[in-house]
């Protein structure tokens, strides 16, 4: 018979220790393995992009990586972006590819340069055309001159939705009547399995009693994130989102381009047309988005992150680096070659809201933390800086395609 007696003479287990995240980190780091696409005959993507271009006063940097399932799995990376210029304006758009449609990455690329496309010709057009738009946006917020002027923006940023949609649309139509992809499918082709995200901004810099401001219109269809963050603000107004991320009908699930999303009645809810001193815009798949979760106030952390491995400027002095020190992950690569990172979270006391806010405003003493201040260096140039570390910057289960796009609003 079992007795509180005999129980008091057992000898109980010690508790096992909860391992954190860089020890979960450390531990899976050398699972996964790398795998090369393979050959199919289908359009494939190339495993990584970047670009960086100076526009209208302002520096665009990009980058897309392979994500880590992806390389696992020796499939495609479903991730696409394109920026360009027209008419003073700048103009960004990325996509997703849902991973389970097969051609996915197909649409996120027909997407994303066709709506480039589209707003680079309606923009010069508009320009040439409409002189006093510039002044217009510039007026008083919530006059009637700025929302005349909003009113002949707007709908350009939600009809190139529509001729994205369109292109994918034209697209399938070519591959439908392709034996190729009948193969690789074994069947026809569906407009569905085209399907991606979309999200779009155009950034216009404007001067207002010379001070440098930058209207913002944006569209977003699905996951990810458009966000704006003005770094010399403190905490509590620094960040602005400028869209929100779309839920299907399931958990788990997200909108793509559809001919129902890019219809008047939905695609007007989904556009956002702000105005401000902000000199950061982001726009990033989920990839990147769902590490950084929830935007309020995680943003931040990825700012600093950016300046902490080198491919923002990031104010103060750096003197002798310190601790702690960068943190070394074998890459999922053929080399698995050790690359070393700095991460703002190191830095924080803890992970809670208020740790993040307390860190933002001590970023003007954050540089003897960075790679710079450790005589590391992720690159030349700042897009390569910025696919090395999207390709190699650790978070607890994150395993997807990675693309984010910065702009540097007004940059000297």
């Not at 508009?126 to 510039?138: G, V």
């Not at 970023?363 to 590391?376: D, F, M, N, V």
């Not at 992720?378 to 650790?394: E, I, K, S, T, V």
């Amino acid at each position: 018979m079992f007795s509180p007696e005999a129980a008091q003479s057992v000898p109980l287990a010690a508790p096992e220790k909860k391992l954190s995240d860089s020890d979960v980190m450390q531990h899976t780091a050398g699972i996964w393995r790398y795998r090369t696409v393979v050959e199919d005959g289908t359009e494939l993507h190339t495993e990584y992009h970047s670009k960086y271009a100076r526009e209208c006063g302002c520096e665009v940097i990009g980058a897309r990586a392979r994500g880590k399932k992806h390389k696992h799995e020796g499939t495609n990376c479903d991730d696409w972006f394109e920026t360009g210029a027209a008419g003073g304006c700048v103009i960004a758009v990325v996509a997703d590819g849902a991973g389970s449609r097969p051609l996915s990455r197909i649409g996120a690329r027909v997407a994303c340069s066709a709506a480039v496309d589209f707003l680079k010709e309606k923009l010069s057009a508009l320009m040439e055309s409409a002189t006093e738009i510039k002044r217009q946006l510039s007026s008083e917020i919530g006059g009637q001159e700025f929302m005349t002027a909003c009113g002949v923006m707007a709908p350009l940023i939600r009809d190139s939705a529509r001729a994205a949609y369109d292109a994918v649309v034209k697209k399938h139509s070519a591959l439908e009547r392709d034996p190729v992809y009948t193969k690789a499918l074994g069947r026809a082709p569906a407009v569905g399995d085209l399907g991606s995200t979309f999200l779009a901004a155009v950034a216009v810099p404007l001067e207002i009693d010379g001070e440098r401001q930058t209207f913002v219109m944006s569209v977003q269809i699905g996951d990810g994130c458009i966000c704006a963050i003005d770094s010399r603000a403190d905490s509590g107004s620094c960040f602005r989102l400028l869209g929100e991320a779309d839920s299907g009908a399931y958990s788990g699930e997200t909108e793509f381009l559809t001919e129902k999303t890019v219809s008047d009645g939905v695609i007007s809810g989904k556009t956002r047309i702000s105005r401000g001193k902000s000199d950061i815009l982001m726009l990033m798949s989920d990839g990147v988005a769902d590490d950084y979760f929830p935007a309020q106030p995680m943003m931040k952390r990825l700012y600093l992150d950016l300046c902490l491995n080198g491919i923002l400027p990031m104010e103060g002095e750096c003197g002798e680096p310190q601790p702690p020190e960068p943190v070394r992950y074998p890459s999922v690569s053929m080399e698995q070659r050790s690359v070393a990172l700095q991460y703002a979270k190191q830095l924080m006391r803890d992970g809670s809201d208020e740790a993040m806010n307390e860190l933002w405003e001590r970023r003007g003493e954050l540089k003897p933390h960075s790679l710079e201040a450790y005589g590391i260096s992720l690159g030349r140039q700042p897009q390569d800086r910025l696919l090395a570390w999207l390709d190699n910057y650790n978070e607890r289960g994150s395993f997807d395609d990675r693309t984010l796009v910065v702009l540097r609003l007004n940059a000297e």
